[in-house]
């Protein structure tokens, strides 16, 4: 049992936390900005709460932080009341945020700098595979470090993999993102195609999906994205940030990623819906939209 802090506790990080206390009985103290939610977490599964990250970092062999974007992520580490204030020499802090490798680099330094360490380890997988423990977690740093992580990480992770050095798990998950645009964007156009063809989708997808067309987001979106349902919790708000970051670093490392920037703005006409909370197969909708 290892001593543990876990620093944001959204829809990912509510039960990730989760799993580190009760499928790796961990003693896990968690910070959150709004501490009615970290109180709730602790009447749930135990441990403690702490007023700042650095009170939660604070004698932990291991902090983990999901927040939102890069600029969140520096506050809750570096910040005055960042737990880089106070972790311990030798600790290892495994950051599940999606952001950008440039945060990850400057944070794998600073840790260094301190005498501690630190893995950017971004998650794909959404709400559900947060809440089942399902993750696939893309990791960067060194593999000495990795190998120490590693059986905390798989509490709640069906697939772990070290991308290689700091920033690679970033840039790794934004490989990620690029697939599910251009593959959502696909799916919906071809549901759309097919009831434009008055054929019957359910037999289409059924057919289809045994062959070369098949994925994850057909097999598990298709029907929603039919009946127009779009709440399944990774949000369109949040995929546009993943898709910044993405475009970010091609015009950084000189990638062409034309569909990606198209559907980075499909998305934005979704938001312009009212579609900002919506799933992202939600992409369908605009499609329909232009139908009325």
């Known amino acids: 049992m290892a001593k543990v802090a876990f620093i944001g506790l959204g829809v990912m990080g509510y039960p990730m936390a989760g799993h580190l206390k009760t499928r790796g009985g961990h003693d896990v ?12 977490w602790v009447a749930q599964f135990g441990g403690e709460r702490a007023p700042t990250p650095a009170a939660a970092a604070e004698g932990c062999d291991f902090v983990f932080s999901c927040v939102g974007n890069d600029e969140d992520l520096r506050s809750v580490t570096l910040g005055p009341d960042g737990s880089f204030q106070s972790m311990k020499e030798g600790a290892i802090h495994v950051d599940n945020t999606t ?4 945060v990850a680099r400057e944070l794998h330094d600073a840790a260094l700098a301190r005498g501690f360490f630190f893995l950017d380890a971004p998650v794909s997988g959404g709400q559900a595979g947060a809440e ?12 000495e470090v990795f190998d120490k992580a590693r059986p905390l990480i ?9 991308m290689g050095d ?29 009831g434009k063809a008055d054929l019957d989708v359910a037999k289409v997808i059924e057919v289809i999906s045994k062959g070369a067309a098949q994925s994850w ?27 910044a970051i993405c475009l970010q670093e091609a015009r950084a490392n000189g990638a062409r990623l034309p569909v990606t920037a198209v559907v980075d703005q499909f998305y934005a006409e979704v938001q312009a819906m009212g579609g900002n909370r919506w799933d992202t197969s939600s ?6 939209k232009a139908d009325n």
């Open 29 to 40: 103290t968690v910070y959150n900005r709004t501490a009615e939610k970290a109180e709730k």
């Open 283 to 288: 992409l369908i909708a605009r499609l329909e």
């Open 217 to 243: 987001q057909m097999e598990n979106r298709w029907k929603s994205m039919a009946e127009g349902t779009f709440d399944f919790g990774f949000a369109v708000d949040w995929m546009r940030k993943d898709l």
């Open 132 to 143: 089942n423990g399902q993750l696939t977690v893309m990791v960067g740093g060194r593999q």
């Open 166 to 194: 700091g920033g690679a798990g970033q840039l790794t998950k934004m490989v990620n993102q690029i697939c599910i645009a251009g593959l959502v964007q696909g799916l919906s156009e071809a549901i759309h195609f097919a």
């Open 99 to 102: 952001a950008s490798a440039e």
């Open 154 to 162: 798989d509490c709640f992770a069906k697939m772990v993999g070290l």
